[in-house]
């Protein structure tokens, strides 16, 4: 089974850690250099990288740590930190939007909350072999996805204050026209159907626009899952991918998600307010349970789809870790900015205990 990941990056002044407009001129310079693929964001502050499609983990960090590489080279000539977080610490307070008519649109369509959409995910695409697998398996995923916001939420601060929050990011994007857990659905049709009534209404003009957690990709033969904060380190986003590729591949084994639809969303909720530090929502129960009881539950779920040793030993680190990043972007803040700013620049390149890589 297939995958890929893309990466969102915020790119900010050291000292105060505001974000700064050079998304273009990454995007210029790092374009073409080694594989995958850099593109602008929604903010000129902002990029995104996305992998080429990888068969293991080991090929998906080789992707990610290379080009993180690339992009901390590049941050370190021009004087600035690129930052893998869900939110920034400081947000501009009247940021300038990308160039070109379908970022317009959109800032357009939902007003006075474009400014604040200054949030940075991670999305896995997950290969499938046709769109009613794909169905099934977003049915599947339903109850996991507030474990897996609670595993990677990034994004504690907003305007220079703790927001209480683990995800920050989750909450901002809950205004949206669509957000959240997406509903079940029967088969692709009835996913047509739903997408189809939506266009249109408030700020949903195509496809694109379809802000659920997890959904069918418009572009690729993909399930993409769009949950996760942007992460700190390339280790845990390598983790999150196997961890997603395989509850993807569990769509077949196991029967789908029947909890209403208001519970599921307030589990994410929970999730984005709570993260790994106190109760997680248990997927087979619908009823809150201590946190490293529904990670062990995860870890059952997903071990049989580990491909490798190596994939198994860096999912194992990452679950056994049970530390999200918004815990160590508060542990860095509690030693001032400077201490935060060197998180964000060495997290950019680290593999951390687990990893695939030499």
């Known amino acids: 089974m297939t995958f890929g990941i893309e990466e969102e990056f915020m790119l900010l002044d050291p000292r ?56 901390a080279q590049w941050a370190a000539d021009a004087g600035v930190v690129a930052a893998g977080t869900g939110t920034p610490i400081q947000a ?3 940021p300038a939007v990308s160039s070109g008519e379908r970022y317009a649109r959109v800032a357009t369509d939902v007003g006075a909350l474009a400014d604040d959409h200054q949030i940075n995910g991670l999305h896995v695409h997950v ?12 049915n599947t995923l339903r109850p996991w996805l507030p474990v897996l916001l609670a ?23 809950r205004r949206w026209t669509t957000y959240g857990v997406p509903p079940r659905f029967r088969d692709a049709d009835d996913y047509d159907r739903t997408v189809a ?20 990709s418009s572009k690729y033969p993909t399930l993409e899952v769009r949950v996760c904060d942007a992460q700190l380190d390339p280790s845990a986003s390598v983790a999150l991918a196997a961890i997603i590729r ?4 569990t769509a077949a084994m196991h029967e789908p998600d029947r909890t209403p639809d208001a519970p599921a969303d307030a589990a994410l909720w929970h999730a984005a307010r709570f993260g790994l530090g106190t109760t ?31 994939e198994r030993a ?33 997290s950019l390149t680290t593999l951390r205990e687990g990893a695939t890589a030499g």
């Open 127 to 138: 290969g499938i072999p046709d769109r009613d697998t794909g169905v099934q398996a977003s």
């Open 197 to 216: 009534k939506l266009i249109g209404v408030g700020a949903t003009s195509d496809e694109g626009t379809i802000n659920w957690t997890v959904r069918l």
């Open 246 to 249: 395989a509850l993807v591949g």
């Open 151 to 173: 595993l990677s939420a990034n994004s504690p601060f907003w305007d220079g204050a703790e927001t209480g929050y683990d995800s920050w990011r989750a909450i901002h994007s």
């Open 280 to 310: 997680l929502v248990h997927p087979l129960t619908g009823r809150p349970a201590p946190s490293r009881e529904v990670l062990r539950v995860l870890h059952d779920r997903t071990a049989p789809l580990l491909r490798e040793d190596n």
């Open 92 to 94: 501009a307070r009247h």
């Open 314 to 346: 860096a999912v194992d680190a990452f679950l056994r870790r049970a530390v999200n990043g918004a815990a160590f972007q508060r542990r860095a803040a509690a030693s001032g900015t400077p201490a935060l700013a060197l998180l964000f620049g060495e």
């Open 16 to 71: 105060r850690l505001t974000p700064v407009d050079l998304g273009r001129r990454v995007v210029d310079d790092l374009r073409g250099d080694g594989a995958g693929e850099v593109a602008r964001e929604f903010f000129c502050s902002q990029i995104e990288y996305a992998t080429p499609v990888c068969e293991t983990v080991a090929d998906a960090e080789d992707a990610l740590l290379g080009f993180r590489r690339r992009l």
